[in-house]
């Protein structure tokens, strides 16, 4: 699949007024995150195990986005190699998302210190205090996760300097909130740090829709992790292509004794499979052939290198396909460059076409 969007966004001074007027107004909404990330769009690029890595993010952060690195279980040795290869494509600003339970979070954070890496996303669990102190002191901003207002309250008095709302839309593992609730309960509320929408955005409008709500950005992962310079197999993008949004369901849990992390992907065998294997290993369990503690481990290790089976080996059959629900609207494979700028084009369109309706 080699078919792209050519569209190219004019040079603001090149456009007519109502749509000049229009991207300054866009300017201005989200200036408090292109303040934050130091980029020209407040777009940042969601961390995916296996897709952000080097030539995507470095390409997010070149059309003027924000890419960040998924460390995920890298080791400290992986992730200095990993930061020093994405500089040496690009000079302008990333960030790395860390996984607060990694064994090794305190030297990852020093690794990313050491490398002089401005941005540091604390993901998956609340960040611990000493951690947010390491990042801080080292001259780094920390930004972190919040599903709910008063979590978000409480990150705030840790001292993190921006927060992600990221609502159940969005791909791999998910809260249960949509993003529509969250930004009604958190964004009126919210007004000491810059707050990041993500989860099911795809398009430039809907963006808008969330800045005049009062969030400082937006954060897309769906839509890059089938961008052209994406290292995700082509089976993985042709997958995305095909699917409508109703195919990106959650994983199904089939026994409360036997809790199943909620992850967002496309079904497929794999997702089919694992229904039979979880009642399977229940029938195991109930037949005394299992403790519960092997009945949870056979049901956790399901899924083992199942990501990487899809994005890297291109199983989307059996793999993991991680997608969120705006899956349905990635319809063709595009360079970050032209994703970028048709986000940017809808969001100026949106503006211009509100100005007309108040007649400006």
Not at 47 to 68: D, H, P, T, Y
Not at 197 to 216: K, M, N, P, T, W
Request: hydrophobic share 45%; aromatic share 4%.
């Amino acid at each position: 699949m080699t078919e792209h969007s050519v569209t190219t966004a004019a040079p603001s001074d090149t456009l007519a007024p109502d749509m000049q007027a229009a991207r300054r107004e866009l300017n201005r909404l989200w200036s408090r995150g292109t303040a934050f990330l130091g980029t020209e769009y407040a777009i940042l690029g969601g961390a995916m195990s296996w897709v952000s890595e080097r030539n995507l993010v470095a390409a997010i952060s070149n059309a003027g986005g924000f890419g960040v690195i998924a460390c995920g279980a890298m080791t400290p040795e992986l992730l200095e190699k990993e930061i020093a290869a994405t500089q040496a494509l690009t000079s302008k600003p990333f960030g790395v998302n860390l996984i607060t339970m990694h064994p090794q979070l305190d030297d990852l954070v020093q690794v990313c210190l050491r490398a002089g890496v401005g941005h540091i996303v604390l993901a998956g669990g609340i960040p611990p205090s000493a951690a947010i102190r390491a990042a801080k002191d080292g001259g780094a901003k920390v930004v972190a996760f919040s599903p709910a207002l008063v979590l978000a309250k409480r990150l705030i008095r840790m001292g993190v300097d921006a927060l992600v709302i990221e609502g159940a839309e969005a791909g791999g593992h998910v809260g249960p909130v949509s993003l529509t609730v969250l930004a009604q309960e958190i964004l009126p509320h919210i007004q000491d740090v810059p707050v990041f929408v993500a989860g099911g955005i795809a398009r430039g409008d809907a963006i808008v829709g969330f800045l005049e709500q009062g969030a400082s950005g937006a954060q897309l992962g769906t839509r890059f992790a089938a961008a052209e310079e994406s290292i995700a197999h082509p089976r993985f993008k042709e997958a995305f292509i095909r699917a409508a949004a109703r195919d990106a369901t959650t994983s199904v849990q089939l026994d409360p004794r036997f809790p199943v992390i909620p992850v967002r992907g496309l079904v497929n065998e794999g997702s089919k499979n694992f229904l039979a294997h979880q009642a399977e290993t229940l029938r195991r369990f109930q037949a005394e052939e299992l403790t519960k503690e092997e009945a949870q481990l056979e049901i956790e290790h399901f899924w083992a290198g199942a990501l990487r089976r899809a994005v890297i080996d291109g199983d989307v059959e059996t793999g993991s396909v991680m997608a969120g629900q705006s899956v349905g609207m990635v319809k063709t494979i595009q360079p970050v460059k032209d994703i970028i700028e048709e986000l940017v084009q809808q969001a100026v369109g949106a503006l211009a076409q509100r100005g007309a309706r108040r007649g400006e």
